[in-house]
């Protein structure tokens, strides 16, 4: 089945250092990337939306400058959180637009903690 | 905008069956999917209902009314490792998630 390989899976960086997360479509083409964050004890928010060869579209709230997404290729999206601060702590989750579960396949998360 | 309603938590007793209730309202409606979530880990697809009626798999059923609004979880047998968050997710433009329904399934 199609998979989303994400990672890291867990990072600890200084406050005011840059974070990069990688997530791979590793069998299929993913036009369509999509980044959530989700606090603790609360739902999954949707951050962004990236299709492959175009500028992000962010949800209202989400700072654009902050959260760079680029989404090169059909099988590599990354965001990177720039300037992290102990507010961005959480954990940050992408899902690929496939062709299994009707849509749409998770990766594994990656648990951010900024000290 | 979208709103997207369910049970904060619930408690049900192994072997018994489970009601996860979802209610949404929604500017345009293209899908309802229920995922699975144990802490710190993604969500996992457990079932997708588009059309009016019930969709059964397995253990989980999951039914949709689209004139009410109205979804629901349907969990049988339920086992230990079934504790866990269960996230009603609409889809239009974009899926979104409610806020989760954490189940604990005591013995």
């Known amino acids: 089945g199609a998979v989303v390989s994400q990672h890291p899976s867990w990072v600890i960086c200084k406050s005011g250092t840059s974070v990069k997360i990688e997530c791979r479509s590793l069998d299929f083409q993913a036009t369509t990337m999509f980044w959530y964050r989700q606090f603790p004890k609360q739902s999954l928010m949707l951050m962004a939306t990236?299709?492959?060869?175009?500028?992000?579209?962010?949800e209202q709230g989400v700072e654009k400058d902050k959260f760079l997404i680029n989404h090169a290729s059909l099988t590599l999206s990354t965001l990177t959180v720039t300037s992290a601060h102990p507010e961005d702590s959480s954990f940050y989750i992408c899902?690929?637009?496939?062709?299994?579960?009707?849509?749409?396949?998770f990766g594994s998360g990656t648990r951010l903690t900024v000290v | 905008g979208q709103n997207i309603d369910q049970p904060t938590e619930m408690t049900a007793t192994e072997g018994a069956i489970v009601q996860i209730n979802c209610t949404y309202q929604?500017?345009?409606?293209?899908?309802l999917f229920w995922y699975q979530q144990h802490a710190g880990e993604a969500p996992t697809f457990l079932s997708y209902n588009v059309l009016d009626g019930l969709e059964e798999k397995g253990r989980f059923s999951s039914f949709l009314s689209r004139s009410k609004g109205y979804s629901y979880l349907l969990l049988k047998e339920l086992q230990m490792k079934d504790s866990a968050s269960y996230l009603c997710?609409?889809?239009?433009?974009?899926?979104?998630f409610g806020k989760g329904t954490k189940l604990s399934v005591i013995p």
């Open positions: 899902s690929a637009r496939g062709d299994v579960d009707y849509g749409y396949t």
């Open positions: 990236s299709n492959e060869g175009s500028k992000a579209t962010y």
């Open positions: 929604t500017s345009g409606f293209n899908g």
């Open positions: 997710a609409v889809r239009d433009a974009r899926l979104t």
